[in-house]
């Protein structure tokens, strides 16, 4: 068996690859990305880890079904190292486009130079939470390398790879309802341009079986995610249709506005114009067919929206949609000073003359561009996930938890608990929530979370709380995070109509759990700060709490 050495070339873009993997993973503040405790969207994510995988399909809802599965393969010691998933995906994106810079490019330092884009794009640096959003790009990058590489060098095992990836790719991205048909169209238009006609009955039965398995995918897993409370909650963000054509087209205009300044550099038209220059390069490449991918997409965001389907350029569910402007952008900058280059170095001298100018204008415009790229690289990096902490308040809870005590927690607050509380939560399938599912616990866990964001079920949680710790002669433990005021007040005056309400001593983490002692005496006001929102902890807690006692743990489910 021959081993092949690998040349310098190969070492040295390695390398280079390899460092702009770890400058990626560095901008990103690992050590505050990998501790700082999950927050609510995130907690119900990582809640799937604790029920079996058979039941993964029923909890994905939004979060794509591979994803999810892939959490399970995430090496971690606590659930805030399950960040690790989403950061290798922005890794991954960096290789894959590397891969298609050499195919567009055809040289390592087109590949070098789009990899380097990519690991750097305001857009991916800006995802720092336990989420898809990475994948998704990834997976963006991935299928246009594909076809560019099915382009350039038609074989079977390259359709087959692309037709493979474009069947599987809903299970990792969202975006794939939209990117799967741009791909096997742009690859329709190569043929068709090129007059290959003997590909053609290739990519139409390989293409549209993937489509249909695409399809089968989307109506018999995607679509569970797709209730009456998610629409609601992205009503904002779909083309309104009730109020004329001239609403509409206004509406559509500023959401593009708000798009095409997220990708980092700098206006909205100049944006417009270094995407028209690398459609333009794209339409001159080896790869022709790339040049329909972007305008398709967004031609189905806007239908989708327009159907209250999918939510219109929203910041996150758009990374790959961002990420692909960006890299197309790019692309027009590398075309116009290669262009320049040409007019320069071989053409005649009537054209040098054109070539410099280009190349002072391309000077011009990266020095223009440098500002705005600068500053949403640095927005980027600085953006933080929420600071809520329901690990610090578990943390707090069991360091002086008692026989007969009971933990009472408002809806959102519960997936916290259910990924940080030592006890097996239940997960009980609820297609009237966002996440289409909420958590219960058996009743020998002594924790109760209100079952929906209302008052009958936040006073029902309350008084359910309140029995179990009477029966049980123990206390009332409060953990609310990511709460409602309405919601907040109505559980608080609830719990200050049966006792003593405290922020106990040595607070853990954030956000402050508070106490309830039963039993207060008729005409004993409650603490001052029971009316309150529960505000992060800041040096000394108000209140002291009772003083440690009991056993450290709670009880094991029954």
């Not at 720092?128 to 560019?148: C, G, I, P, R, S």
């Not at 410099?356 to 980027?380: C, E, F, K, W």
Request: hydrophobic share 50%.
């Amino acid at each position: 068996m021959r081993f092949r050495i690998p040349s310098r070339t190969s070492v040295v873009t390695t390398g280079v690859l390899t460092a702009l993997s770890v400058g990626a993973v560095i901008a990103h503040d690992p050590g505050r990305m990998l501790g700082q405790a999950l927050w609510r969207d995130e907690n119900w994510v990582a809640v799937t880890l604790r029920v079996p995988i058979g039941r993964l399909p029923a909890l994905t809802s939004t979060t794509p079904l591979l994803f999810t599965a892939l959490l399970r393969l995430t090496p971690h010691a606590d659930p805030s190292q399950l960040r690790l998933l989403p950061l290798a995906f922005t890794v991954a994106a960096i290789w894959a486009a590397y891969l298609l810079g050499r195919q567009l490019g055809m040289t390592p330092i087109t590949g070098i130079g789009l990899a380097a884009a990519t690991a750097f794009a305001p857009a991916l640096l800006l995802r720092h939470d336990l989420k898809q959003y990475t994948a998704e790009a990834f997976v963006a990058v991935l299928l246009v390398w594909l076809q560019a590489r099915l382009e350039r060098d038609w074989t079977r095992p390259h359709l087959l790879a692309l037709c493979g990836a474009l069947a599987a790719s809903p299970l990792l991205a969202n975006g794939a309802v939209f990117l799967a048909p741009a791909v096997v169209a742009g690859i329709v238009f190569s043929v068709v341009v090129r007059r290959r006609w003997e590909h053609l009955p290739e990519i139409l039965v390989g293409g549209g079986a993937a489509l249909l398995i695409d399809l089968f995918l989307l109506i018999g897993v995607d679509r569970r995610g797709d209730t009456a409370s998610l629409r609601a909650y992205w009503d904002n963000y779909y083309v309104p249709t009730d109020h004329g054509l001239s609403v509409a087209l206004s509406f559509i205009r500023s959401h593009a506005h708000s798009e095409l300044s997220a990708v980092g550099l700098g206006p909205s038209l100049a944006v417009v114009v270094l995407v028209l220059l690398g459609l333009i390069a794209l339409a001159r490449s080896a790869a022709p067919g790339l040049t329909l991918v972007l305008p398709i997409c967004a031609v189905e965001q806007v239908a989708a929206a327009t159907l209250h389907q999918y939510p219109l350029w929203d910041e996150r569910t758009s990374t790959w949609f961002t990420l692909m402007i960006f890299l197309t952008a790019v692309g027009g900058l590398v075309g116009a000073a290669r262009a320049a280059v040409r007019l320069v170095a071989g053409a005649g001298r009537r054209a040098r003359p054109v070539g410099l100018a280009m190349g002072v204008g391309l000077i011009a415009t990266l020095t223009a561009l440098a500002h705005p790229y600068s500053r949403a690289v640095d927005q980027a990096v600085r953006t933080r996930t929420p600071l809520e902490d329901v690990h610090g308040q578990t943390q707090t809870i069991l360091a002086d938890y008692r026989p007969g005590d009971v933990v009472v927690a408002n809806t959102d607050a519960g997936f916290g608990l259910a990924v940080y509380w030592p006890a097996q939560p239940s997960l009980v399938t609820d297609l009237a929530r966002l996440e289409t599912f909420r958590v219960t616990y058996p009743p020998a866990a002594r924790v109760v979370v209100a079952a929906t964001i209302s008052t009958p079920a936040e006073l029902a949680a309350v008084d359910q709380a309140v029995s179990m710790a009477t029966a049980g002669h123990g206390r009332v433990w409060i953990v609310l995070s990511h709460w409602h005021t309405a919601e907040r007040a109505t559980m608080m005056k609830a719990l200050a109509d049966h006792g003593r309400i405290t922020t106990p001593d040595h607070q853990h983490g954030l956000e402050n759990v508070m106490l309830l002692t039963l039993g207060r005496a008729a005409g004993t006001p409650a603490t001052a700060g029971a009316g309150t929102p529960a505000t992060p902890r800041a040096g000394t807690p108000a209140t002291a709490g009772p003083a440690p006692a009991g056993p450290a743990t709670p009880p094991a489910p029954g």
